[in-house]
């Protein structure tokens, strides 16, 4: 089986040192089995944790939260960018920057599908500073649901996002982890351990 | 087998007689169960057409587009909204104007991606007037590609889109047909072929 630390080291285009390009079967072009595994992986990690929600945001989020909710036979929500036409429904909302587009959206998910009584895991595409996650986080605790961790594809580890969530005392699992993209190269945290 | 017409009628909202919402399943929290449903169904319709790829756009076509491409083995290439960081890239271009928020949004996808080699199966959650649909279609045909059809989770029939794409000789397949929306009630059209 081809890991997908394999396949980021085949077709993954490192722009500079702080961007990686996975467009080809990750984040624009998807390939579904590459999803699948990432997913199987997820739930072996969080199986024991009594998930009843896989929360994400739109749009690269959306295909591993699917894939993973699959596996847990539970609802998957994704927070939309909030628009004048939503605000007038009941929802909880956040603010998520981007540093690498240099903006900030405010996002949303509607209060009927999160409760107190949810217990939820947070996917994503990419974890680097851990905005997007941190966001994510704010919602579920908005709604007075438990966070049962962040499972990512991709983690860029020098990037600070994991020792963020660590310290919020949120579980951080990533399937691939990426130490430096230096000198054109992808280097991973722990190659051995995907192996 | 809960049909995804008698999802509709115990879960969707009626806004008014033009939206419906089904939020709760399809659009914003979604049930992978359903879309499984609905991707083995596009399958099945489709199966015999040669498929390469799944098409779809941002972002509650993914969830769909996603499980159909599992079915194919294909890889699926969701059309992105232009932004001025991906101006630089080699991509097909086109706009897609949305009567429901009533404006147009310039989508794209990465050349790379689509080619004369491939056909294409188009796939969204609504079908409504066909504008998204049609601005798929272009990005097909700008590749030199075939379309091999479009394949829609929930069509509303009374808004002309399934009319538009026919009179291009593309073939249309939808889950679930909407006849009605009036007096804040669903009416399917052929519901017995859905039992």
């Given at each position: 089986m081809t890991t997908l630390n394999d396949r980021i080291k085949r077709?993954?285009?490192?722009?500079?040192?702080?961007i990686l390009k996975i467009?080809?079967?990750?984040?624009?072009?998807?390939d579904p089995l590459v999803i699948s595994q990432i997913a199987e992986k997820l739930y072996d990690h969080?199986?024991?944790?009594?998930?009843?929600k896989i929360l994400t945001i739109e749009a690269s989020g959306i295909a591993p939260a699917l894939m993973t909710a699959q596996q847990f036979e539970v609802p998957m929500l994704f927070a939309k960018k909030a628009t004048p036409s939503t605000l007038l429904e009941e929802q909880y909302k956040t603010d998520i920057h981007s540093y690498t587009k240099n903006i900030t959206n405010s996002v949303i998910v509607s209060k009927?599908?999160?409760?107190?009584n949810d217990v939820v895991l947070i996917v994503d595409d990419f974890l680097a500073s851990g905005q997007a996650a941190m966001g994510l986080i704010d919602l579920v605790k908005q709604a007075g649901a438990k966070v049962a961790g962040v499972g990512i594809?991709?983690?860029?580890?020098?990037?600070?996002g994991r020792e963020e969530l660590e310290k919020m005392d949120v579980d951080v699992y990533s399937i691939s982890r990426i130490a430096s993209l230096k000198s054109n190269e992808v280097t991973f945290v722990e190659e051995a351990r995907h192996e």
């Open positions: 077709d993954g285009i490192v722009v500079n040192e702080s467009d080809s079967f990750l984040n624009h072009q998807i969080y199986k024991e944790t009594g998930v009843t009927e599908y999160l409760s107190q594809c991709v983690e860029k580890s020098f990037q600070g």
